[in-house]
């Protein structure tokens, strides 16, 4: 193996695992679920499929952590118990393929479709502040509607739900649970001035509107422990109207309170600042002077996830320069078997735009090819 190749398939422990590469199946939401957001016999095969190099490590779609934290139809949850059945038979393939599967928590906050809130139980689109979204970008697309500010026990319900969520998905076999605090959902609605405008002690300063993702953090580090752990973030990304001004000094902070009451945090993960806002495009001209380098030093030399638009090159770099893992998301739909293609520099599958959020489908789902080059690794 070639000496710049190689740092990108030494293991590293992360978390109570032993990852063998450092090539992550970054989360991506498929629309695959039912409508009960329950996963079957589809999802089962395309997670089992990219578990097939041993050792990998997938981050799931994000996965509704309560039906009030839905808006979105399609998309799996965690909290009853058919869906954890469900998804029990992914983790059992995954760990029989010799691979490790974190499960994304996530909950839309101001995203979410009003129509879908409804069939899930009358629930009310909701938001640190009432400041509609209005996004050009999202897969979904729906009206905008002014969302109803939480309430302090509301919100401190949410932090149960989420502790409940965690232990629900160690209960369907999940290695741990990835916190979604990134790309302008619940949890980022609140750490972002520009829409956390509270005047309590969720809103303002720095330390209130980092008050209530750390209180998840907390709840599920408590319920599942450190070990199994984790946070996603977006300092820079502007998708779903997001985007503070200066977002380093929150985030640094976020990062260093996380480090410092949980050093044993199996990993963050942080989209790069050059990821485009616009999903028809991988990389964006925005933020080109801009960096996640102080997240990156305050959190160590502990395991840190690098995200969005990377292709080969920039993952050999990463990783050999700066350690940590790197994580490919729509390069991973369309080639099942990414790791081993990237260690032989095999040709990579182009991904069909039209087919990433088609509810139910197995085109476009289950049906990318393996390389034939690499007679090992079978669906």
Same mark, same amino acid.
């Given at each position: $193996?070639?000496?710049?190749?190689?740092?990108?398939?030494?293991?590293?422990?992360? %978390?109570?695992?032993?990852?063998?590469?450092?090539?992550?199946?970054?989360?991506?939401?498929?629309?695959?679920?039912?409508?009960?957001?329950?996963?079957?016999?589809?999802?089962?095969?395309?997670?089992?499929?990219?578990?097939?190099?041993?050792?990998?490590?997938?981050?799931?779609?994000?996965?509704?952590?309560?039906?009030?934290?839905?808006?979105?139809?399609?998309?799996? %949850?965690?909290?009853?118990? =058919?869906?954890?059945?469900?998804?029990?038979?992914?983790? +059992?393939?995954?760990?029989?393929?010799?691979?490790?599967?974190?499960?994304?928590?996530?909950?839309?906050?101001?995203?979410?479709?009003?129509?879908?809130?409804?069939?899930?139980?009358?629930?009310?689109?909701?938001?640190?502040?009432?400041?509609?979204?209005?996004? *050009?970008?999202?897969?979904?697309?729906?009206?905008?509607?002014?969302?109803?500010?939480?309430?302090?026990?509301?919100?401190?319900?949410?932090?149960?739900?989420?502790?409940?969520?965690?232990?629900?998905?160690?209960?369907?076999?999940?290695?741990?649970?990835?916190?979604?605090?990134?790309?302008?959902?619940?949890?980022?609605?609140?750490?972002?001035?520009?829409?956390?405008?509270?005047?309590?002690?969720?809103?303002?300063?720095?330390?209130?509107?980092?008050?209530?993702?750390?209180?998840?953090? +907390?709840?599920?580090?408590?319920?599942?422990?450190?070990?199994?752990?984790?946070?996603?973030?977006?300092?820079?990304?502007?998708?779903?109207?997001?985007?503070?001004? *200066? @977002?380093? @000094?929150?985030?640094?902070?976020?990062?260093?309170?996380?480090?410092?009451?949980?050093?044993?945090?199996?990993?963050?993960?942080?989209?790069?600042?050059? $990821?485009?806002? *616009?999903?028809?495009?991988?990389?964006?001209?925005?933020?080109?002077?801009?960096?996640?380098?102080?997240?990156?030093?305050?959190?160590?030399?502990? @395991?840190?996830?690098?995200?969005?638009?990377? +292709?080969? %090159? =920039?993952?050999?770099?990463?990783?050999?320069?700066?350690? %940590?893992?790197?994580?490919?998301?729509?390069?991973?739909?369309?080639?099942?078997?990414?790791?081993?293609?990237?260690?032989?520099?095999?040709?990579?599958?182009?991904?069909?735009?039209?087919?990433?959020?088609?509810?139910?489908?197995?085109?476009?789902?289950?049906?990318?090819?393996?390389?034939?080059?690499?007679?090992?690794?079978?669906?």
């Amino acid at each position: $193996m070639a000496s710049s190749l190689a740092p990108l398939f030494q293991p590293i422990r992360v %978390g109570n695992l032993n990852v063998q590469h450092r090539i992550v199946m970054a989360p991506l939401t498929r629309f695959r679920a039912s409508k009960a957001h329950v996963h079957g016999e589809l999802a089962k095969t395309y997670y089992g499929q990219r578990a097939g190099v041993p050792g990998t490590l997938i981050i799931t779609e994000a996965t509704f952590i309560a039906p009030q934290a839905t808006g979105y139809a399609n998309v799996p %949850g965690i909290w009853n118990a =058919d869906q954890i059945a469900g998804w029990k038979a992914i983790t +059992d393939v995954v760990h029989a393929k010799g691979s490790f599967i974190f499960l994304q928590l996530w909950a839309l906050g101001r995203s979410a479709d009003a129509g879908i809130l409804k069939e899930d139980g009358d629930f009310d689109v909701v938001a640190p502040s009432p400041i509609p979204l209005i996004d *050009d970008y999202s897969p979904i697309k729906k009206e905008p509607v002014v969302p109803r500010e939480l309430t302090v026990s509301e919100i401190k319900e949410y932090t149960q739900l989420y502790s409940k969520a965690a232990s629900n998905a160690i209960e369907a076999g999940f290695d741990g649970v990835e916190i979604h605090s990134a790309n302008g959902y619940l949890l980022d609605q609140f750490l972002q001035d520009v829409t956390n405008q509270r005047t309590d002690n969720y809103g303002g300063s720095v330390e209130n509107r980092l008050r209530f993702p750390l209180a998840v953090v +907390d709840a599920v580090v408590k319920a599942v422990g450190a070990e199994r752990t984790a946070i996603r973030l977006s300092p820079w990304s502007k998708f779903q109207s997001m985007g503070m001004k *200066d @977002p380093l @000094p929150t985030f640094t902070t976020l990062v260093e309170r996380i480090r410092d009451a949980h050093p044993n945090l199996a990993y963050i993960h942080v989209v790069e600042p050059r $990821m485009s806002v *616009d999903l028809k495009e991988s990389l964006s001209k925005e933020n080109q002077h801009a960096t996640n380098d102080l997240l990156r030093k305050a959190w160590g030399d502990r @395991p840190y996830i690098a995200a969005g638009g990377l +292709d080969r %090159g =920039d993952a050999i770099r990463i990783v050999k320069n700066e350690g %940590g893992l790197v994580a490919f998301g729509r390069h991973f739909l369309a080639n099942p078997d990414l790791p081993l293609r990237l260690k032989e520099d095999l040709a990579l599958t182009p991904y069909n735009r039209d087919t990433f959020y088609t509810p139910e489908e197995a085109a476009g789902y289950i049906d990318y090819p393996f390389s034939e080059q690499v007679a090992s690794v079978k669906a």
